[in-house]
């Protein structure tokens, strides 16, 4: 609710506010008078719960739930007894009732500045549902000031926050409507890629990425067949899933060392949005295809460290994924980046020339990174190389777990970072 009230205040802005109030009984009652479908969300992270009116009953629709109930009093005492973990909800008409119109649009629209001192700019459309009529340019350029103003009436309340995403409605009508804004601080992915992104010498490094919706991933799946989603906020590789479309009928989920398959993509993205997506917000991305040592991916784990007015890269080595992972946070061995690379038949010279551009592309990613998280001393980068010698910024993990080097034969790197922090 507080970014709700903040918003408010703006005599423009406030038009634009989808109906909110604080959960209570009598907010809900009087919510489904007025509309035939509406939303609870936690004040907090996600897990909406969507009730419909059906005839005389309510259908209660949340995360492997789909209960009816017959009246109003038995819907709110379901609610509190099974789906309201939380302290605080708010309400809302859902995007499917009848205030929006038959097929209204549905987007996420991120904006972002680099730093607390510099202007917001609008980035990315992202879509929430599939829709066949196109939206004016006049209400797109009415969408992108509107997203601005609301970036910039936020950031001055969180100053510490450099990506928003607004959620969007455009009615039958093109009026134009907030139902949310969701703040990505510094260590959320959505807003590192963003950082990394619009730094002109670091974009070629950086995979396709975008919100995980519906539409991204049948249009990532139709694109490269093959797709990564991650959780937003997260470490350790938890949450992290590799999702194949092998045809129109089999499409495989791979998670840690589990594989299944489903038939469908709509039973594929029913199992993400239930399992994962109803939890957390993700991103997507293109499968990086990395080169591998005897069959397992591997990746490169670079720390760089801040030295009084300079950053300095302290340490490297090569993670090599445990036998049917696909990312390296389980990882069966620890090598340095000198001998891993020695395997793959490469010149010392190719080597040499590597190993620059792979410091060079961290130094400069920490420096782009540090703009929007001042006082920030170590940044540990894990960097994607395929087997054409192609070099991708994976992620930048700003509390690098650095025990791993000490697990190295030769100690000397991990005492050169310790000395370092």
């Known amino acids: ?23 209570s009984k009598s907010s809900l009652f009087s919510c489904l008078q007025k509309y035939t479908s509406v939303t609870l969300k936690p004040a907090f992270g996600k897990g909406d719960i969507t ?17 009816m109930v017959r ?8 609610l509190i007894q099974n789906k309201l973990k939380q302290k605080y909800y708010i309400i809302q008409p859902s995007s499917s009732c009848q205030t929006f119109g038959k097929s209204p649009h549905h987007y996420y629209m991120t904006v972002h500045r680099n730093t607390p001192e510099t202007k917001w700019n609008y980035l990315f459309k992202t879509k929430k549902n599939h829709h066949n009529d196109p939206i004016s340019q006049k209400v797109l350029q009415q969408m992108n000031e509107l997203v601005i103003q609301v970036a ?51 974009a070629p490094y950086i995979p396709k990425t975008d919100l995980l919706t519906k539409e991204t ?28 479309r092998k045809d129109q009928r089999n499409y495989e ?40 040592i005897q069959g397992c991916p591997i990746d490169i784990r670079v720390i760089t460290q801040k030295n009084e007015s300079s950053w300095e890269v302290t340490g490297k080595l090569v993670k090599v994924a445990a036998r049917g992972y696909f990312i390296t946070n389980a990882a069966q061995k620890l090598i340095p980046l000198a001998e891993a690379l020695a395997t793959h038949s490469i010149s010392q010279a190719e080597i040499e020339q590597l190993e620059s551009e792979i410091k060079h592309i961290s130094l400069l990613a920490a420096t782009q990174l540090e703009a929007g998280k001042p006082h ?17 910024i994976i992620e930048g993990n700003y509390i690098p777990d650095i025990s ?8 000397t790197i991990y005492w050169k970072i310790i000395k370092g922090a």
């Open 1 to 23: 609710m507080n970014q709700y009230q903040i918003l408010s205040s703006d005599p423009y802005i406030c038009h634009h506010l989808v109906e909110t109030n604080l959960f």
């Open 51 to 67: 009730i419909h009116a059906v005839k005389d009953h309510f259908q209660i629709i949340a995360p492997h739930d789909d209960t």
């Open 71 to 78: 009246n109003k009093e038995l819907l709110y005492q379901y």
């Open 152 to 202: 910039t009436k936020l950031g001055k309340a969180f100053s510490k926050c450099n990506t928003i995403v607004i959620e969007i409605i455009v009615d039958s009508n093109d009026h134009i409507w907030i139902s949310d804004s969701i703040l990505h601080f510094p260590i959320s992915k959505w807003s590192q890629y963003h950082t990394l992104s619009t730094n002109q010498s670091l």
């Open 217 to 244: 991933m049948k249009e990532f799946l139709k694109e490269f067949h093959q797709i990564i989603i991650k959780p937003c906020v997260g470490q350790h590789g938890k949450g992290i899933i590799e999702i194949t």
């Open 253 to 292: 989920i791979h998670f840690e060392r589990r594989k299944f398959s489903n038939p469908s993509f709509e039973a594929t993205y029913h199992y993400i949005k239930e399992t994962y997506l109803s939890q957390k917000y993700y991103i997507i991305q293109q499968k990086l295809h990395l080169t591998s």
């Open 376 to 392: 920030i001393q170590i940044i540990g980068f894990d960097i994607g190389l395929t087997d054409r010698k192609k070099i991708w």
């Open 404 to 411: 791993m080097f000490f697990q190295l034969k030769d100690k």
